[in-house]
């Protein structure tokens, strides 16, 4: 895990002039973390499409869906939708060096495939591919049916 995560810290120190102060003025910029290996986990149902990016603790980086970019109604499930959430969520998490990705998916809906495939083209590697749609084994009663 500590080979994943890493912690930068870049120091500038300005140039001094004749007309400036002695001392030397330092700006640090603030560490980011860089996190090499993180977890995609995609939800497509039948009206939206979600897509949740996080390092292997679990910690979310960035997150997306159709509806947040604006589509509305039954556009919101489709393939093209989804390959616009993985470049939203790509952008988001640009600045942390991701570079390898675990891909959980669940559910049935349309954008299920295009997304993985967004995933790969925008410069991910696939580590795997699981499908944890859950699936009932029997487990509740069905309703009656319907008496007309």
């Given at each position: 895990?500590?080979?994943?995560?890493?912690?930068?810290?870049?120091?500038?120190?300005?140039?001094?002039?004749?007309?400036?102060?002695?001392?030397?003025?330092?700006?640090?910029?603030?560490?980011?973390?860089?996190?090499?290996?993180?977890?995609?986990?995609?939800?497509?149902?039948?009206?939206?499409?979600?897509?949740?990016?996080?390092?292997?603790?679990?910690?979310?980086?960035?997150?997306?869906?159709?509806?947040?970019?604006?589509?509305?109604?039954?556009?919101?499930?489709?393939?093209?939708?989804?390959?616009?959430?993985?470049?939203?969520?790509?952008?988001?998490?640009?600045k942390y060096g991701l570079q390898e990705l675990e891909v959980f998916v669940k559910g049935v809906g349309?954008?299920?495939?295009?997304?993985?495939?967004?995933?790969?083209?925008?410069?991910?590697?696939?580590?795997?591919?699981?499908?944890?749609?859950?699936?009932?084994?029997?487990?509740?009663?069905?309703?009656?049916?319907?008496?007309?």
């Amino acid at each position: 895990m500590e080979e994943e995560v890493k912690k930068t810290e870049e120091a500038t120190v300005a140039p001094e002039t004749e007309a400036s102060e002695t001392s030397a003025v330092k700006k640090v910029k603030k560490s980011k973390r860089q996190v090499l290996k993180g977890r995609a986990s995609i939800q497509c149902t039948y009206n939206n499409t979600i897509i949740t990016i996080a390092d292997l603790n679990g910690a979310v980086l960035g997150w997306s869906s159709s509806g947040h970019l604006s589509f509305k109604g039954a556009k919101k499930s489709t393939p093209y939708a989804a390959t616009q959430v993985v470049a939203d969520v790509t952008e988001k998490v640009k600045k942390y060096g991701l570079q390898e990705l675990e891909v959980f998916v669940k559910g049935v809906g349309q954008g299920r495939e295009a997304s993985i495939r967004a995933l790969s083209n925008n410069g991910f590697n696939l580590i795997g591919i699981k499908d944890i749609t859950p699936i009932p084994h029997n487990g509740c009663r069905p309703r009656r049916p319907r008496r007309i």
